[in-house]
């Protein structure tokens, strides 16, 4: 997937949506919506990175070291692999035009709403704001909610 979103970004387009679950054939797959992007003079080719996992540590390690090469949060989505395992996965935007500036991504998980509610409220205490939310069985085998924070620093 990572390699055809560049493909497409190469070609022009730039990433406008995405979403995980079963396709028309039945298989589990993520599906990405890209449109034609009328490129200014000068902005260069954009770049991206898919990033899954079905551990929200792992995840916020990989999108922070994407962070600090650049790359910006775009989407995320939930969705079951061919092998039975559940996963999250972020897509991230390296844009050639944008000011690079340091970001900081936090990222929460929890079955309880309520919980989700505090660690939101510290979080913002913190000045993060939240950029992405998804519910959906993950790892631990329940309806988990994930949500994405960012700061920039």
Do not use: C, W
Not at 24 to 46: C, D, R, S, T
Request: hydrophobic share 40%.
């Amino acid at each position: 997937m990572e390699k055809e979103l560049n493909q497409a970004a190469a070609a022009g387009y730039r990433f406008s949506k995405a979403m995980g679950g079963k396709s028309a054939n039945g298989g589990q797959e993520v599906i990405v919506a890209m449109v034609k992007n009328p490129a200014a003079p000068g902005q260069g080719i954009l770049k991206y990175r898919l990033l899954a996992t079905t551990r929200t540590s792992t995840m916020q390690k990989e999108m922070q070291q994407a962070a600090d090469d650049g790359y910006a949060y775009l989407e995320q989505t939930v969705f079951e692999t061919a092998f039975g395992g559940k996963e999250v996965v972020v897509i991230m935007e390296l844009d050639p035009s944008r000011k690079v500036m340091h970001t900081s991504y936090r990222l929460l998980a929890t079955t309880k709403t309520s919980t989700m509610q505090e660690e939101l409220q510290e979080a913002g205490a913190q000045g993060y704001i939240l950029v992405g939310l998804t519910v959906g069985k993950t790892e631990i085998g329940g309806d988990e909610v994930v949500t994405i924070l960012r700061r920039d620093d």
